[in-house]
């Protein structure tokens, strides 16, 4: 097979001696022959190799032997802080390169990581990602604003609830729309809620990989209380799309203040056994404390939220910087630690679930009435009613599921605070009934990147206690 032509003179290869020559083609079929050409494919081991360097293969990924001094400074994570206690440098004739993943969930996920290890001391690491390729973001312009949240709903699966907000208010923002304050209302309880059934599902798998196997049957335990009031409400455990733009999906059932009270009795019960099996067990201490360390500054330069950045003492959370859906009017705390370990990560969370109970009692003490989405019929369907009076109601509830509704021209970033992070969604509009463009900020991409900053200089068995205290969920990182 004829080598591709190159890409400035169009030229090809001359077949080797021997080789079967094709017959003359006339001067139509030549155009034709050179289109074949272009886009034949290239076979191993037919030409020369092509240096893969160039592309995003799993090969062009690898950690190298010898990389530059800018490469190794961020796989040793000495880019901000010069904190890699290497001693003696060694020789690659000391180390080995060794893989960790991807295989879930031993990595949480489908992540891969290479490691460097200079016998049982971990010298470089390089996180790689891409093996889920969701696709969400370009899938996203492909549907219709009011289909948006079913496909995000899906990219951090643990706090579904959370882009779905984040989706929606960024929809909104785009077209001027004012939300009824009991929908507001609904989706900071819903949010809050999502935000304690997460940090229990953090808890009990890193129980898990730390040997605590209770603490993983606890964790899921409190955990169930919690789903079952979202499946009593949504229809559904996981994958709602139950926040929309315009508001939610439906009011909130029968009893749900009742509900809401017997979670929040069970979750802190539930915590303070947590507490009293691992924050003073002699084994999680010594798994934990000084494991994992990043300091404020590399936060800052990595990009690094959520509970990981407020344990290392940065006292910032988008409810409190930015608030949105009228959480300003609720009290609650933002936990601060300064030691920027595992172990202060577990107190932040544990900290945090009691925060988000406090909000969602409050939420329950002071519901507005009235609607739980927005009247405007430019965005929000007529009542299930009216479709069988109206035909101009049915008209306009089939096209709005059909096409949709259309979103002025401009473009919009709006975040909230997930539990893992600053969760945001860029979204385009050129005027029509889908994005143009829909760019998220993952916050669990931002955190596994630091991954070289937590483990290097660390030991081998500290990976899995290190990378479950940054609580990735990859379906946020591979979108």
Same mark, same amino acid.
């Given at each position: 097979m004829s080598k591709p032509p190159d890409s400035v003179t169009g030229d090809t290869e001359a077949p080797p001696p021997g080789a079967e020559q094709a017959p003359p083609e006339s001067p139509g079929d030549q155009g034709k022959a050179k289109r074949r050409v272009v886009h034949d494919l290239w076979l191993s081991g037919t030409e020369a190799p092509v240096d893969t360097g160039r592309f995003t293969d799993e090969g062009a990924q690898e950690m190298l032997l010898e990389e530059e001094a800018a490469v190794l400074a961020g796989q040793r994570g000495t880019l901000v802080v010069d904190d890699y206690a290497a001693g003696v =440098?060694?020789?690659?004739?000391?180390?080995?390169? !060794?893989?960790?993943?991807?295989?879930?969930?031993?990595?949480?996920?489908?992540?891969?990581?290479?490691?460097?290890?200079?016998?049982?001391?971990? &010298?470089?690491?390089?996180?790689?990602?891409?093996?889920?390729?969701? @696709?969400?973001?370009?899938?996203? =312009?492909?549907?219709?604003?009011?289909?948006?949240?079913?496909?995000?709903?899906?990219?951090?699966?643990? /706090?579904?609830?959370?882009?779905?907000?984040?989706? /929606?208010?960024? #929809?909104? &923002?785009?077209?001027?729309?004012?939300?009824?304050?009991?929908?507001?209302?609904?989706? !900071?309880?819903?949010?809050?809620?999502?935000?304690?059934? /997460?940090?229990?599902?953090?808890?009990?798998?890193?129980?898990?990989?730390?040997?605590?196997? /209770?603490?993983?049957?606890?964790?899921?335990?409190?955990? =169930?209380?919690?789903?079952?009031?979202?499946?009593?409400?949504?229809?559904?455990?996981?994958?709602?799309?139950?926040?929309?733009?315009?508001? #939610?999906?439906?009011?909130?059932?029968?009893?749900?203040?009742?509900?809401?009270?017997?979670?929040? =009795?069970? #979750?802190?019960?539930?915590?303070?056994?947590?507490? @009293?099996?691992?924050?003073?067990?002699?084994?999680?201490?010594?798994?934990?404390?000084? #494991?994992?360390?990043?300091?404020?500054?590399?936060?800052?330069?990595?990009?690094?939220?959520?509970?990981?950045?407020?344990?290392?003492?940065?006292?910032?959370?988008?409810?409190?910087?930015?608030p949105y859906s009228g959480i300003e009017q609720y009290e609650f705390d933002v936990p601060t630690t300064e030691h920027g370990d595992v172990y202060d990560r577990f107190i932040v969370r544990f900290e945090e679930i009691r925060q988000s109970l406090r909000i969602a009692r409050q939420v329950a003490e002071t519901m507005p009435l009235g609607d739980y989405r927005s009247e405007d019929r430019k965005v929000t369907p007529p009542p299930r009613a009216r479709l069988d009076q109206s035909m101009e109601a049915l008209i306009h509830h089939f096209k709005i599921f059909t096409e949709g509704f259309k979103v002025p021209a401009g473009e919009v970033y709006e975040a909230v605070e997930s539990p893992r992070g600053e969760l945001g969604m860029y979204l385009v509009s050129s005027g029509g009934a889908k994005p143009w463009r829909l760019h998220v900020r993952g916050p669990s991409f931002a955190n596994v990147q630091a991954l070289p900053v937590m483990l290097t200089g660390s030991l081998i068995a500290d990976t899995i206690s290190a990378l479950a205290s940054v609580d990735p969920v990859m379906g946020d990182v591979d979108r």
């Open positions: =440098e060694p020789s690659t004739e000391q180390t080995q390169i !060794v893989n960790m993943g991807p295989q879930h969930p031993a990595t949480h996920g489908v992540l891969r990581l290479q490691v460097e290890l200079d016998g049982e001391t971990i &010298r470089r690491v390089k996180p790689i990602i891409g093996y889920l390729h969701t @696709g969400m973001e370009r899938t996203g =312009e492909t549907l219709t604003f009011m289909q948006g949240p079913t496909n995000v709903t899906r990219m951090d699966y643990l /706090s579904p609830f959370h882009n779905e907000l984040a989706f /929606s208010l960024a #929809v909104e &923002r785009l077209l001027g729309l004012e939300i009824p304050p009991r929908a507001q209302a609904i989706r !900071v309880l819903m949010t809050e809620l999502n935000r304690v059934a /997460s940090h229990l599902l953090w808890a009990a798998t890193t129980g898990l990989d730390l040997g605590a196997l /209770s603490m993983m049957i606890y964790g899921w335990r409190e955990r =169930e209380a919690v789903l079952a009031f979202f499946e009593k409400t949504t229809g559904l455990r996981m994958n709602h799309n139950y926040i929309r733009p315009g508001g #939610v999906a439906a009011d909130l059932p029968d009893g749900w203040e009742e509900d809401v009270a017997a979670i929040e =009795e069970t #979750v802190l019960a539930g915590l303070a056994d947590y507490e @009293g099996l691992l924050m003073e067990n002699p084994i999680f201490i010594e798994r934990t404390h000084g #494991v994992g360390v990043i300091t404020p500054e590399e936060c800052l330069a990595y990009g690094v939220t959520g509970p990981l950045a407020r344990a290392s003492g940065i006292d910032f959370d988008l409810r409190k910087a930015f």
